[in-house]
């Protein structure tokens, strides 16, 4: 269906900024949304941002005015633009695509990239 590939990651200090990538190949076409999802050691995968195809974005209350989710649809990459980071912020970051391929729902995930901020 649909292959995704995270990069971006790394350590930063608190305050600093990174950039997440997400490229996604094979069945493009069926995708509906993009997204970034976080978790933490012992914690819950939980929402970072969502964005649709038609642009509209979500985002957890823990990063808003913090962070920006985009897409390139030219090069079927979505990027997320962290801010301000956090050590509470340290987590492996996730890509999610859903869609609908020949009629079947489906929910892909990237293999992650770990964010680290150290304080």
């Known amino acids: 269906q649909v292959r995704l590939v995270e990069s971006g990651g790394g350590l930063v200090q608190t305050g600093g900024s990174l950039r997440l990538s997400c490229a996604a190949s094979?069945?493009?076409?069926?995708?509906?949304?993009m997204g970034w999802y976080h978790q933490a050691p012992g914690k819950q995968r939980e929402l970072v941002a969502t964005?649709?195809?038609?642009?509209?974005?979500n985002y957890g209350d823990s990063v808003k005015g913090r962070f920006t989710i985009s897409r390139d649809n030219a090069k079927n990459t979505a990027y997320l633009q962290m801010n301000s980071l956090k050590p509470e912020d340290t987590a492996v970051y996730y890509c999610?695509?859903?869609?609908?391929?020949?009629?079947?729902?489906?929910?892909?995930w990237g293999q992650g990239t770990q964010v680290t901020v150290s304080s």
């Open positions: 999610h695509a859903s869609g609908s391929y020949f009629g079947r729902e489906y929910d892909n």
């Open positions: 094979g069945s493009i076409f069926s995708i509906r949304a």
């Open positions: 964005i649709t195809n038609d642009g509209r974005s």
